[in-house]
């Protein structure tokens, strides 16, 4: 199994300011996804991140808000730009590794926008 | 478009008592079925997966789930629970991965609480 690191865990950020979200992992995998929860609500896939090129967004996130890297097979960030308090949730990113299927997801961001 | 329906937003069973969590899907072909469990504060961990073969398997924690295709469900089940299983569960189902992407659709979960 894959282990998943993010950073930071949690921030607390001012509306109309950008947070970038990091996320390692401890093997090479071969998909990364970024994910968001909002509050009592279930998970949400923001987008697929890959590898040296743009990222495949959802219905409903687009680039601008949401631009994400993948330089490498272990490492990708998420930034959220120009917050707004809808943007406070949890995100998370995931990876598949050799085991087709087996998505493996880090401990999640949880940020507040005041 | 597939989606996930978990019935149970809360549910609520004396330790030792026995589990079932519910969980229907809508998918257009072979689903593959997942179940995660969130403690407060951490990531998601995988209990069970469910791809193809044996519709019973086993998962870590003592967890087991049932795939009923002609009721389009895949139910969670534990024996006997124990305080630490207090946590929120999601169902999932994923597209097959060659074209599908591996995107996973998730249930609104299912918070458990375990009275001692």
């Known amino acids: 199994s894959a282990v998943i690191s993010q950073k930071p865990s949690r921030d607390i950020c001012q509306r109309g300011t950008s947070l970038t979200i990091q996320c390692q992992v401890d093997s090479q995998v071969t998909m990364m996804f970024w994910y968001r929860q909002q509050p009592g609500q279930s998970l949400t896939l923001i987008a697929t991140a890959n590898q040296g090129s743009e990222a495949t967004y959802e219905s409903g996130f687009v680039i601008d808000k949401f631009p994400i890297s993948r330089p490498n097979l272990t490492f990708s960030t998420l930034t959220v730009s120009n917050m707004s308090p809808e943007d406070s949730s949890i995100y998370l990113c995931?990876?598949?590794?050799?085991?087709?299927?087996?998505?493996?997801f880090g401990p999640g961001t949880r940020l507040t926008v005041t | 478009a597939q989606s996930v329906t978990q019935p149970d937003i809360h549910i609520t069973v004396s330790e030792g008592a026995s589990l079932e969590l519910r969980c229907n899907y809508s998918y257009g072909a072979t689903p593959y079925l997942f179940w995660y469990v969130q403690s407060p504060g951490q990531g998601l961990q995988l209990l069970l997966k469910y791809f193809s073969g044996d519709t019973l398997v086993q998962g870590i924690k003592g967890f087991e789930a049932e795939f009923k295709r002609s009721q389009s469900s895949f139910n969670l089940r534990k024996p006997s629970v124990h305080w630490s299983d207090a946590a929120e569960y999601f169902c999932?189902?994923?597209?097959?991965?060659?074209?599908?992407?591996?995107?996973?659709?998730f249930g609104t979960g299912t918070q458990l609480k375990v009275e001692l």
């Open positions: 995931s990876g598949i590794g050799d085991r087709a299927h087996e998505q493996y």
């Open positions: 999932a189902v994923g597209a097959h991965p060659v074209g599908g992407g591996n995107k996973l659709t």
